[in-house]
């Protein structure tokens, strides 16, 4: 399978893939969704920093001068927060928080932005390594589903059908595809600019993980909750260490 196919199969994954999954959550009774959604957010959040620390970092690094580097993600997360900030780039992973005051057609723009930025992402990842493809589209999926468990909640309270909230958020979940084949292109091309689009998308998982994953699991703060988060991270972070063992 050459490197496109991979990349367009782990972009459909990432986007009708976590769609689908984050559906088949709202089947289940809201009191196991609220402990098996929590756990999932412990798990994304170490997927998302073993793939930013253990393998777009350090990519990145081999590609370019470190200073250069550090400065692109440091401009990157910034960047992030002001786009937080006008509510285009927004991370809810509950069924409701602040953000999911916006009406239903906000939501939507807002996570079709989101998963153009994942969507170059997975195309960068891939041109760097397979394995760091593997892996950050390993960390894509794991954050997307609990994220569009939150976006279905808000929808159908906002009076949408279950039909119309999952194809809608199937439409949206296309613009992973939008942002993948344009990067492969153009970085296939401007291979100079691959360091940097590594700096940016290891600095949207950084931001993702530290902004507003972990604040969310520091609200349950009883022992076995602490003990099963601080786990399943570790659990996420391993499994990243351990796709990328053969880079």
Same mark, same amino acid.
Request: proline content about 5%; cysteine-free.
């Given at each position: 399978m050459n490197l496109l196919a991979w990349i367009l199969v782990f972009a459909l994954l990432g986007s009708i893939g976590a769609v689908s999954g984050a559906s088949l959550f709202l089947? =289940?009774?809201?009191h196991m969704r609220k402990g098996l959604v929590p756990a999932l957010v412990s798990y994304a959040t170490g997927t998302l920093l073993g793939a930013a620390f253990l393998g777009m970092l350090p990519g990145a690094l081999n590609l370019a001068p470190a200073r250069e580097i550090m400065e692109t993600v440091l401009c990157g997360m910034v960047g992030f927060f002001i786009l937080e900030k006008l509510v285009i780039w927004r991370h809810c992973h509950e069924e409701s928080c602040e953000a999911h005051d916006q009406a239903g057609i906000l939501i939507l723009i807002g996570d079709a932005f989101h998963n153009f930025v994942d969507g170059v992402v997975i195309a960068a990842? =891939?041109?760097a390594s397979l394995e760091l493809g593997i892996a950050a589209s390993l960390a894509v999926i794991a954050h997307e589903v609990p994220q569009e468990v939150g976006d279905f909640a808000i929808l159908l309270d906002s009076g949408y059908g279950r039909v119309k909230a999952f194809? /809608?958020?199937g439409l949206s979940s296309l613009a992973t595809l939008l %942002?993948? /084949?344009p990067a492969y292109f153009w970085l296939g091309e401007t291979r100079a600019a691959l360091p940097y689009i590594l700096a940016i998308s290891a600095s949207s998982f950084i931001y993702i993980a530290a902004a507003d994953l972990i604040p969310g699991l520091h609200r349950q703060t009883s022992? $076995?909750?602490?003990l099963r988060q601080l786990l399943l991270l570790l659990a996420g972070? %391993? $499994?990243i260490s351990y796709l990328r063992l053969g880079d």
């Open positions: 089947l =289940f009774p809201e990842a =891939f041109l194809i /809608l958020n %942002g993948a /084949l022992r $076995t909750a602490s972070i %391993g $499994t």
